[in-house]
């Protein structure tokens, strides 16, 4: 696709539950990045991929939390025992390779946990 | 102290007039430089990178300050299309291309 494509939209889970989100990056992207953006916040990085291998998860904010990207394109974030402090808004964003670019995001999984 | 710091506002302009928001950010290894834009709902995009030098692009010039940890942005002839959060984004460098946010600047035109 064009650009970057992430689903659900919208999200709504009980808590103690488990949920997927997923991202489909620009094609030929190599770098697929995940962040996290609370209300009145900005994003914050959790994980990001170069290739199929988790580069650098140190935003993941504790192990309930998972990302996978198989085949070096589409990527799932897995939230196990989902809480209420979860619910946000996931984005996930690509670029062509890791370096110093602004990279374009998706427009994000609003998850909302009750 | 947060890594990167910002006005949230809101600031109110009435049309056609000039604003400038500030940013400041606390790692002075940090390599790159954006501002970013946020409409309500909406994921936020590119506006256009910061250069040390300064760099334009129509309406909005960007500012960097290496020896001030400062970056700066500023809306010439403000349009109701530019009402939006504007986040200020530094790359902190060592690989990964992992970018750090600011909580944004809200700026509503007004009529």
């Known amino acids: 696709g064009a650009g970057v494509s992430q689903t659900p939209s919208n999200k709504v889970t009980e808590k103690g539950k488990y949920v997927e989100l997923r991202c489909d990056p620009i094609s030929g992207h190599t770098a697929l990045y995940w962040y996290r953006q609370s209300l009145g916040q900005g994003p914050e990085f959790l994980i990001y991929?170069?290739?199929?291998?988790?580069?650098?998860d140190s935003g993941l904010p504790n192990d309930r939390f998972f990302a996978v990207r198989p085949e070096g394109s589409v990527s799932t974030l897995k939230i196990q025992r989902t809480e209420r402090g979860d619910s946000a808004v996931y984005l996930c964003?690509?670029?062509?390779?890791?370096?110093?670019?602004?990279?374009?995001f998706g427009s994000g999984t609003r998850l909302t946990v009750v | 102290r947060k890594e990167v710091e910002q006005d949230p506002g809101p600031f109110n302009v009435p049309e056609g007039a000039t604003v400038a928001f500030n940013c400041t950010y606390s790692?002075?290894?940090?390599?790159?430089f954006f501002w970013y834009r946020q409409d309500c709902r909406k994921e936020p995009k590119l506006l256009m990178s910061v250069y040390s030098s300064g760099n334009e692009d129509g309406r909005f010039t960007a500012q960097l300050n290496r020896a001030s940890q400062y970056i700066s942005l500023l809306i010439r002839d403000s349009k109701l299309s530019d009402s939006a959060t504007y986040l200020c984004?530094?790359?902190?460098?060592?690989?990964?291309?992992?970018?750090?946010f600011g909580t944004g600047t809200q700026l509503k035109v007004e009529l």
């Open positions: 984004v530094v790359n902190r460098g060592g690989g990964g291309n992992k970018l750090t």
């Open positions: 964003a690509s670029s062509p390779d890791s370096s110093n670019y602004g990279y374009t």
């Open positions: 790692n002075s290894a940090s390599q790159s």
């Open positions: 991929f170069q290739g199929t291998g988790a580069a650098d």
